[in-house]
């Protein structure tokens, strides 16, 4: 690709549009005054929209794009109890007049709450299914399509986090978004980094960064299984990619950085909920418990063992998951109610 002639990657490919674009690039100046390193950037993906907020929406674009491309009536997906996900998936299909069925791991709360709770609301279905059941998803899919197509409807199934080939779209057209951003602010991020679950924006940010010329370094940190699992699934995903799209792209590094997945997915030490605190009175910014605030917790000790110090400007991708604090109240309450009762000066 020559310098100064842009490529449309995207052109023909079924969209919809549903997120509110751009969203700003902002630098954290307190935290990065504070951290004495590289300047710190964030990218406000949690402002894609209100309710569907987050990284979601944007793979949802081209994934209900293609789905209404092909005529269907319902939505059907996965993901956990409190799966942003599956909140957005449900909330798209109500703004489109479809239907939506979700496949979620585990027993359904007492108390709906955060994700659930706006699940509920939108007029979702549900499967609660184990996490035996859920290690293969193909036949619980299948079940479900087979219910729906006997009622007349005509489903389409959308994989965890709309991360497949479709999905890569909504973060290969993001790289596009931010290298308007770093033209527009002069700068040049070194890196450019993100919570990994299910490899679909990781994977659409490494197409992108080759598409639209970043020149950055694309890293995410994983928030469940391990680094051997992501580099096998973006992997499949890009190839998938190439092949579905017929499309041309050079092997690239996949840079997962493990190590900070803590007690489990949706589980997190208690350092990470300071850091979601500290970051949230400091900056303003409020962070996740299972995405952002764990891969941000993350970023912050790798960075205060010497990585990362030689860079001018580093991107935090926020992703969203603000309604996924609620259900972890309990987790912050004591420290908080503590620092309610200290005097403040």
Known sequence: M??????????????ISLARLPTPLTCLERLSKEQGGPRIWIKRDDLTETAISGNKLRKLEFTAGEAQTQQATVLITSGGIQSNHC????????????????????????????????????????????????????QLYADVEEHYRALGEKPFSIPLGASDEIGLWGYIECARELKSDFQHLGIHPEHIISAAGSGGTMGGLIVGNVLHE????????????????????????????????????????????????????????PHVYETIRHVARVEGIILDPVYTGKAFDAFLQELAKGRFRQASDIVFLHTGGIFGLFPHRDLFADALLTDAATPQP
């Open 87 to 138: 909140r957005a998936t449900a909330i798209v299909a109500a703004r489109l007049g479809m239907k939506c069925h979700l496949i979620l791991r585990g027993k359904p709360d007492k108390v709906l709450d955060g994700n659930l709770l706006l699940d509920n609301l939108v007029g979702a279905s549900f499967t609660f299914a184990t996490a035996k059941q859920f290690k293969t998803p193909d």
């Open 2 to 15: 020559k310098p100064g002639i842009f490529v449309d990657p995207a052109k023909d490919i079924p969209r």
């Open 214 to 269: 970043l020149n950055s370094n694309i890293m995410a940190f994983n928030v469940c299984d391990d680094e051997a699992w992501f580099q096998r699934k973006i992997s499949r995903d890009i190839r998938s990619w190439i092949k579905r799209y017929k499309r041309e792209l050079p092997d690239q590094p996949i840079n997962i950085i493990d190590g900070y997945v803590g007690p489990g997915y949706g589980r997190a030490d």
